[in-house]
């Protein structure tokens, strides 16, 4: 047995929990993501990195109506100065700034290559150059005026603001995503104008409801159109709630092709699509024939997009062969809202929009006061070296005088003219050539100028109704640069209800269309082979198995079984197992008991009835409609009570029923004796002494009862010769006519 060796003695050591441990650095991580880097601000809509991008753009002086600089330039000062992270995390966040098909208002503006809607990425950054857009500069005005405040760097060499003035409401209008540690965000962009008129309403009506802002909001603006197809109800309440979806699809016109044919193009797609992938999603589904009516996808787009969708055939209908590529591919997209956000940067909290236009609006309440203070602090600096210039003027050659020959001027100058330092200290400071500007006109002109500024300032201070006022103005002016009636600004995304197609319809026309014959064997094995084949006996079958039944078909079909335990089954013949094997057995599809076999298969017509009935004779007429279930337990329509069970699922085309027992008695009587039932155990139809129900049929008095007899020859009795088994339901009946089928069955 080995020693037990003690660790060497390593000094103090510390015990720690380890789980408590554990919380803090998680916790700690956790809230470096959700602060720094996932979610957005509210008051700007800007995460750091994008704050620190614009930040260090507008040091650079990359001003609209400046030059452009490389973006290498720009990195490597966001990198070097604020954000030390990789290069390119900070490129490609810049990057999106610049991208039209990705930001609704851009805030770089990129020369060079950007990438593109094909998922293209930019050219590297040592080849591009970028500078602010005049969007920009709005969220950035006001930053040398004390508008925010600002706080030191990483390393403490230099400071950066906490948040943008921020004279746009951009968390709205430009949205955000970002997954953070046990929470998420999703803001789609929003249309710039839209957003003023709700912030000018909410500063009239602060109690404004959801209801009127989703009026002057009607939905999100995306920078690549589409149309958006959700209830008007559906976004008041997810713009209430700041939780929710929009479906977007995409926006497409029926383009005549000439001879009668047309073609359908699509010029708007989804936001956040990549063109590319779209198309080849859609060529993937053709080539696997899930998209029987379409023919050809192409894609002719330039500048702007342009796909050609080609229709199968001149007949197709467009809006059905739409409806079934918006269920299949990115054609239609749902775009989620999760409005979750830093409320005043420090608190994540999912907001409506009228909370968070709330938000952008204390937010600029707040920097017209700092600004407005800033500029009084200004006044008061100017004022006092006014007052100084006015004295030195009225006093020039003393002043003149008092700079030569003393020794120390500035103290004189206080002595002598009860000067402040700072009055001193600008006096001192002036150029000579200033002298001849020193007017006394001039110096109380300004006086007169500041001091009435300084005083509408401290009236603004003191007045909320007034800075609502001016906070108003500032947003119609935004409106007017960037709102509706510019190009930049007029609305992109349309609004469109989705056409009332019918599911089933749609389910149809993403199936090809082909015949086929629907085999069902004896020992339940059922498959669907090509063709309407004529010859039935050619068909093969396991070793002690046969034909039970065949139909003949479409793939677009549904297919109807009905069971001894009165259930209805339904099954699409396009799911159906080929034709080359055997097939499959029924009971992997369908939830039916070992104790239980098919009576019936039939191709499901709607607007068609079916006569129904149990072995005791109890059944009652049935819409094709109400049967079908298309779910594997099927669908329970005829209650059997053991031990009689389902026997007869006939067509009811006709206006009389004929039945016939074991017992050899055959009866008819009117259709109209039997009642229409969605379920139930029906009437009963025959009365026996012995035995029960053999086969039951539904036909037109006037054509006569016809049955087909075991040589194949089909006999009819006619009308006139019925008379003796005419009847009422439920009676016992007669022998059937001569030649009617030993086995009590009507055959065809």
């Known amino acids: 047995m080995s020693e037990i060796v003690e660790p060497p003695d390593s000094g103090d050591i510390e015990p720690i929990d380890l789980q408590k441990a554990l919380e803090e650095r998680y916790l700690a991580y956790a809230l470096s993501t959700i602060m720094n880097r996932a979610l957005p601000d509210a008051r700007d809509g800007l995460k750091p990195v994008h704050r620190r991008l614009l930040h260090a753009m507008r040091l650079l002086k990359l001003e609209p109506e400046s030059g452009f600089k490389k973006c290498a330039r720009v990195v490597g000062d966001v990198i070097g100065k604020y954000h030390p992270h990789g290069d390119q995390a900070v490129y490609d966040a810049m990057v999106r700034l610049a991208q039209q098909f990705a930001v609704r208002y851009p805030l770089v503006e990129g020369q060079g290559n950007f990438g593109n809607i094909d998922g293209d990425n930019a050219a590297a950054m040592r080849y591009t150059e970028a500078r602010l857009t005049p969007y ?9 005026e004390d508008a925010v405040d600002f706080r030191e760097t990483y390393d403490g060499e230099d400071s950066e603001p906490v948040v943008m003035p921020g004279a746009v409401p951009n968390l709205l ?38 209801a009127k802002l989703a009026e002057l909001v009607p939905g999100p603006d995306f920078p690549t159109g ?13 713009y209430a709630s700041g939780r929710g979806g929009f479906r977007l699809r995409a926006r497409w016109h029926r383009e005549d092709a000439g001879r009668g044919t047309w073609v359908v193009v ?27 009516l379409l023919a050809d996808i192409r894609d002719e787009s330039a500048e702007d997009v342009r796909i050609v969708l080609e229709p199968r055939a001149r007949t197709v209908d467009p809006v059905l062969m739409m ?78 005088r008092i700079i030569r020959y003393e020794d120390e001027p500035k103290a004189q100058l206080m002595r002598a003219f009860l000067l402040t330092e700072i009055q001193a200290e600008a006096i001192l400071n002036m150029r000579l050539r200033a002298l001849r500007r020193l007017e006394e006109m001039e110096i109380r002109r300004e006086h007169e100028e500041l001091s009435a500024e300084k005083a509408g300032l401290e009236e603004l201070l003191a007045s909320d109704e007034m800075q609502w006022a001016r906070i108003s103005n500032e947003i119609r002016d935004i409106r007017k640069r960037f709102g509706g009636t510019t190009e930049i600004g007029r609305r992109r995304t349309g609004f469109a209800e989705a056409p009332e ?114 072995s005791d004779g109890r059944g009652f007429i049935v819409a094709e409609n109400d049967v079908v279930a298309m779910t594997r337990k099927g669908k329970q329509v005829l209650n059997v009570d053991t031990p009689a069970e389902a026997a007869i699922c006939a067509p009811a085309a006709g206006d009389h029923v004929a039945v016939v027992g074991d017992n050899r008695k055959l009866l008819a009587f009117p259709l109209d004796q039997v009642p229409e039932m969605a379920r139930g155990k029906g009437v009963r139809l025959q009365r026996y002494r012995d035995g029960g129900l053999a086969d039951a049929r539904v036909f037109t008095l006037a054509e006569g009862l016809t049955w087909i007899d075991s040589s194949g020859r089909t006999w009819t009795v006619r009308q006139e010769d019925l008379g003796e088994w005419l009847g009422a339901r439920a009676q016992a009946g007669r022998m059937p006519p001569k030649g009617f089928p030993r086995n009590n069955r009507f055959g065809g």
């Open 501 to 614: 197609a019918d599911h089933a319809e749609i389910a149809q026309a993403m199936i090809e269309r082909e015949p086929v014959t629907v085999v069902l064997s004896d020992k339940g094995w059922v498959r669907a082979m090509r063709g309407h084949l004529s010859d039935l006996d050619q068909i093969q079958f396991k070793t002690g198995d046969r034909l039970k039944s065949a139909v003949q078909c479409q793939t677009t079909d549904k297919i109807v079984l009905f069971a001894t335990n009165g259930r209805f089954y339904t099954l699409g013949a396009d799911k159906l197992p080929g034709g080359r094997g055997h097939g499959e057995p029924l009971r992997l599809t369908i939830d039916l008991e070992e104790t239980h076999d098919i009576v019936a298969m039939f191709v499901h017509e709607p607007g068609a009835r079916r006569l129904v009935a149990t």
């Open 266 to 292: 699509v010029t708007e797609i989804p936001y956040q699509v990549q063109k590319s992938r779209l198309i080849e999603k859609i060529a993937e589904l053709l080539q696997a024939r899930k998209l029987p």
């Open 173 to 210: 209008a430009n949205g955000s995503a970002g997954i953070a540690v046990g929470m998420a965000t999703n803001i789609p962009p929003h249309n710039l104008g839209e957003l003023c008129d709700a912030a000018l309403h909410l500063i009239r009506f602060p109690g404004a409801s959801p």
């Open 323 to 400: 409806e079934s590529l918006f269920r299949l591919s990115e054609l239609e997209s749902r775009v989620s809202l999760n409005l979750n956000v830093l409320s005043r940067g420090k608190v994540p909290k999912v907001m409506g929009l009228g909370a968070a236009l709330n938000e952008w609006l204390a937010h600029r309440k707040e920097v017209l006061g700092r600004r407005a203070r800033f500029r009084l602090e200004r006044i008061a600096r100017r004022l006092e070296v006014l007052a100084g210039y006015l004295v030195a003027y009225l006093n020039l050659d003393e002043v003149i």
């Open 136 to 144: 920009a500069m709005a969220l950035l005005d006001g930053l040398d």
């Open 226 to 238: 589409g149309l958006i197809v959700e209830s008007p109800g559906s976004m008041v309440e997810t």
